[in-house]
Nanobody, 123 residues
Framework: QVQLVESGGGLVQAGGSLRLSCVAS????????MGWFRQAPGLEREFVSA????????YYADSVKGRFTVSRDNAKNTVYLQMNTLKPEDTAVYYC????????????????WGQGTQVTVSS
């Protein structure tokens, strides 16, 4: 299992940008597909983006497609989420996780979550 620490959140005005980082511990990071999820107050956690273990394939929720970009640096055990043209509805706690693609979509492989990083977008 891999341990994950998210960072990079903050308060930004609508239309602004943020880059989230997720640093993983463990030598097996490069074997995992990685994903980002978010949870807004009162709502269920939802999938945002995923990237294949080798960085070749990336996937996005429709709500962020064209605005967010996921990437990874396996040499640094880090996955990133570049968020541009942020909207107030992007406000949430963002989590990264090792993921697996199931019949119902991307899901957390281990069903455990880190502390996440808060993103707040003001209008």
């Amino acid at each position: 299992q891999v341990q994950l620490v998210e960072s990079g959140g903050g308060l930004v005005q609508a239309g602004g940008s943020l880059r989230l980082s997720c640093v993983a511990s463990g030598r097996t990071f490069t074997t995992y597909d990685m994903g980002w999820f978010r949870q807004a107050p009162g709502l269920e956690r939802e999938f945002v983006s995923a990237i294949r273990w080798n960085g070749v394939g990336s996937y996005y929720a429709d709500s962020v497609k064209g605005r967010f970009t996921v990437s990874r640096d396996n040499a640094k055990n880090t996955v990133y989420l570049q968020m541009n043209t942020l909207k107030p509805e992007d406000t949430a706690v963002y989590y990264c996780a090792a993921v697996i693609l199931s019949g119902s979509g991307w899901r957390n492989l281990y069903n455990t979550w880190g502390q996440g990083t808060q993103v707040t977008v003001s209008s």
